[in-house]
């Protein structure tokens, strides 16, 4: 009895992973056929991937700071 319930609610897990992945694959093809909008997000991912470069890998100390940042965020999760 237990093991079918189990069962039961892999297969559940299994078709809503399923139906979020189409729905998430209709939702970026109908972003994509959106003629100006690819290109927009690749020149914002392009400015993000630019400030990131310049505000924490370029110097020493805000390399550092990234790091701790990086350490509080472990220590938060971890607990």
Do not use: C, H
């Amino acid at each position: 009895m237990l093991a079918s319930k189990y069962a039961f609610s892999a297969l559940l897990v299994d078709v809503v992973s399923l139906i979020a992945l189409w729905l998430a694959t209709a939702v970026v093809g109908a972003i994509d056929s959106i003629p100006v909008f690819p290109k927009v997000m690749e020149v914002v991912g392009l400015s993000f991937t630019i400030w990131f470069s310049t505000r924490y890998l370029l110097f020493k100390e805000n390399r550092e700071e990234l790091f701790a940042e990086i350490e509080e965020i472990k220590q938060k999760v971890i607990g």
